[in-house]
C-alpha cells in the first residue's frame, strides 16, 4: 500500500480488483479483509481506497449517491489536489469511473456523474448526492462496530451513516420529468463491464 501514493495509482489498483457480486450474500468487508479477499463492490472499493489514500495524507472521505427506487446507488472517494476535487470510484460497468482533479466544487463533483447514472431504458435516475462523511471520525476502536480498517464484522454501521447524513437534490423535483432520456448508444456503452459472474 506504500506505492500506491497516488489516487491514480490507487485507481489502478481498484481497477484490477474482481468485482465482488456477494454471490454469497451481501458484505461490507473493511479494508484489511478486503485486501485479503482480493475482491470488492463499489462501497468495499471505496472503503479500501479512502484507507490507502488516508496512508498518503489525504483525509478518508465517502459520498454516497441516492438513485431512485429502480436503481442500485453508489459510493465514491472524493478527495483534492491543489484546490480541486477529484474521485476514486469502484464499478464493474463503463460509467461511474474515476474523476481526475479538476473540479472547483463537491458539487461540480458530484454533478460529473449526472448524465452516466441511466437505467437500461435510458431513464437518468440520479437524484441526491450526500454531505462528505470523513471516515477519520471513526478511528477509535472503541467506535460503535470496531476499528473500520481492521475489523472482522461488516461495516453496516458506515452505511448507515453515510445513508443518515445530509444530502442535496441534483435536479428540481419539478423537472424531473422533462429529463432527456440516454441514448441508445450511450445505453449499451454503459452495459460494458470489466468482469463477469463466474
Not at 22 to 41: D, N, Q, V, W, Y
Not at 50 to 70: D, N
Request: net charge positive.
Amino acid at each position: 500500500m506504500k506505492k500506491l501514493n497516488t489516487p491514480a495509482k490507487v485507481q489502478d489498483f481498484l481497477n484490477e480488483l474482481p468485482f465482488n457480486f456477494e454471490e454469497k450474500g451481501e458484505t461490507l468487508k473493511s479494508p484489511i479483509l478486503t485486501l485479503r479477499a482480493r475482491r470488492a463492490h463499489c462501497f468495499e472499493g471505496a472503503l479500501f481506497g479512502a484507507y490507502v489514500l488516508s496512508l498518503h495524507g489525504f483525509t478518508p472521505y465517502l459520498m454516497y449517491f441516492k438513485t431512485t427506487k429502480e436503481d442500485i446507488s453508489h459510493v465514491i472517494v472524493p478527495f483534492k489536489l491543489q484546490g480541486f476535487w477529484g474521485a476514486l470510484s469502484k464499478t464493474n460497468h463503463s460509467v461511474l469511473r474515476y474523476r481526475d482533479p479538476v473540479y472547483k466544487s463537491i458539487r461540480e463533483l458530484a454533478m460529473s456523474y449526472f448524465n452516466e447514472y441511466f437505467l437500461d431504458n435510458g431513464k437518468k435516475t440520479l437524484r441526491q448526492y450526500s454531505a462528505l462523511l470523513n471516515l477519520n471520525n471513526f478511528k477509535n476502536p472503541a467506535h460503535r462496530g470496531g476499528n473500520w480498517v481492521t475489523t472482522k464484522e461488516d461495516l453496516w454501521w458506515i452505511d448507515k451513516k453515510l445513508d443518515g447524513i445530509k444530502h442535496f437534490d441534483v435536479v428540481p423535483k419539478s423537472y424531473i420529468k422533462k429529463l432527456r432520456k440516454a441514448e441508445k448508444i450511450e445505453v449499451t456503452a454503459s452495459n460494458i463491464v470489466e468482469f463477469k459472474k463466474s
